[in-house]
Nanobody
Framework: QLVESGGGLVQPGGSLRLSCAAS????????IGWFRQAPGKEREGVSC????????TYADSVKGRFTISRDNAKNTVYLQMNSLKPEDTAVYYC????????????????WGQGTQVTVSS
């Protein structure tokens, strides 16, 4: 089971840190992706981290602002989001898969329930 947390309401330019905690399995053996879905839009990849060497990938829209990381001791993956913009508003999901890390949501087997991020003044 994956559980996201850390969402909320933040002003433009602010920061949030999302957490993706796993229970029942060890996250460091899985590729983890963060995705988001805004109302009326398709789910899009935000960032992912591999299980083999912790290499990371970011969507162009978040490069330089978001950072994905793992804390294996806590069995948790984080998404640090800085310099948030109104267009970052969405429900954010984490997903896990034993395969390669990818920004394609259709290739992930396990999903969390999502956490709402709203960027507004």
């Amino acid at each position: 089971q994956l559980v996201e947390s850390g969402g909320g309401l933040v002003q433009p330019g602010g920061s949030l840190r999302l957490s993706c905690a796993a229970s029942g399995f060890t996250l460091d053996r899985y590729a983890i992706g963060w995705f988001r879905q805004a109302p009326g839009k398709e789910r899009e990849g935000v960032s992912c981290i591999s299980s083999s060497d912790d290499s990371t990938t970011y969507a162009d829209s978040v490069k330089g602002r978001f950072t994905i990381s793992r804390d294996n001791a806590k069995n948790t993956v984080y998404l640090q989001m800085n310099s948030l913009k109104p267009e970052d508003t969405a429900v954010y999901y984490c997903a896990a898969d034993p395969g390669i890390a990818t920004m394609n949501p259709f290739l992930y087997a396990g999903w969390g329930q999502g956490t709402q991020v709203t960027v507004s003044s």
